[in-house]
């Protein structure tokens, strides 16, 4: 792709968020969805792969299905109050259609069956916007309206993809239906606090970014997209092995990592609010992500293929790791035990 091309789409992946962010009138809001995905789609298609094609079309069908309910809910509540400001919803209907708008533009189960798909057609790089950049804009419209959303729409929904994101990943071999799966049962966490607390809530996307950004710069770094590239990466770089281990057992939640921050808080907020058997649940889910994060992170450290030359063994990595990711490590896998320091 032409670097003029590039930049004037990425261009307009920033000016999309940015007006959708800055925006208090519902339709400038939508607006900015929508140069948001249209400039995507280049990006997905610049493989020129019939698998790129494929995932941008079901991207784009999916996105337009989204942004119609959310244009249809917005016109319906501007009908009712007269009004077209975001914090203004007050009505049920379209409240709870915005909710499923959002909810299929985010990926939320059980809305979600479009995202695993849909990375595993895309590069890492892609798989990296789409995961993390493109997560900004709906889920600050869902935190701007969550005071209105309906609280038991949204724990279903949060509980459905806290054991779809665990539960679908467990029998998958590809990094980025992994990774989209982790991401749906991150989503789950967020969505479930975000009627009570929403600053916790923003707090969980803020790791999440972190952690899934770190993720990913790793396995592009190692060219990692299976299981079976990850399995001798210990072989190949094992200080990137290592980083990559703890920052999968972070996504995880495992303790003291950074990823166990916002799940401890979320528990702690549920069983404030006398929600002991949702707070069960959601732990309980949990542990079926972090068995296949224990997982990769067995797979990275204690197994190597057979018939493996050591002289073809690439010892010394030639793609040197750039001074933004060695922050990124350090922060989504040690942010919970240096907390004290910043505070």
Known sequence: MSPYALSMLMSS???????????????????????????????MTKMHHPRATESATKYFLTQATASALLLFSTTMNAWMTGEWTIVNMNSYTPTTILTIALAIKLGIAPFHLWLPDVLQGLDMMTCLILST?????????LILTSHQLNTNLLTLMALASAIMGGWGALNQTQMRKIMAYSSIAHLGWM?????????????????????????????????????NKLSISWLKTPTLAASMMAGLLSLGGLPPLSGFLPKWLILQEMTKHHLGALSAVMALSALLSL??????SYMISMTSPPNISNANLAWRNKNNLSLINPILIVLST??????PMLL
């Open 291 to 296: 068995f296949f994060y224990l997982r990769l």
């Open 191 to 227: 969505t479930l606090v975000i009627s009570f607390a929403p600053g916790l809530a923003l707090l969980n996307l803020m790791i999440y970014l972190l952690m899934t950004s770190s993720m990913f710069m790793m396995l592009m770094t190692m060219n990692a997209t299976n299981m």
């Open 13 to 43: 992946l920033a000016m999309g968020t940015i007006i959708t962010l800055s925006s208090t009138h519902w339709f400038l809001a939508w607006m900015g969805l929508e140069i948001n995905t249209l400039a995507i789609i280049p990006l």
């Open 133 to 141: 950049w493109q997560k900004l804009a709906p889920m600050a419209l």
């Open 334 to 339: 040690m942010l919970m035990p240096i907390m």
